[in-house]
């Protein structure tokens, strides 16, 4: 199966989440960030792509500079 990375994904979500250093809250949206509603009850395989996103960004190092 093909990972999901578009907009609002878990795994966009994920790797969203640690970029901006928001904490660790698995959530995606199906109709793309911000439009429609936000899904906080995520199955296994969501689950696993939110944490595999936020395991990218944080392995690759890549934060937003806030400064």
Do not use: I
């Not at 609002?8 to 994920?14: E, L, V, Y």
């Not at 904490?23 to 696993?48: A, M, R």
């Amino acid at each position: 199966m093909k990972l999901n990375k578009s907009h609002g994904s878990p795994h966009d979500r994920g790797g969203a989440d640690s970029y901006y250093g928001r904490s660790y809250s698995p959530h995606y949206w199906p109709n793309g960030t911000g439009h429609g509603y936000k899904v906080v009850d995520l199955t296994e395989e969501q689950l696993k792509e939110y944490n595999d996103g936020w395991n990218e960004n944080e392995d690759f190092g890549h934060f937003k500079d806030w400064g």
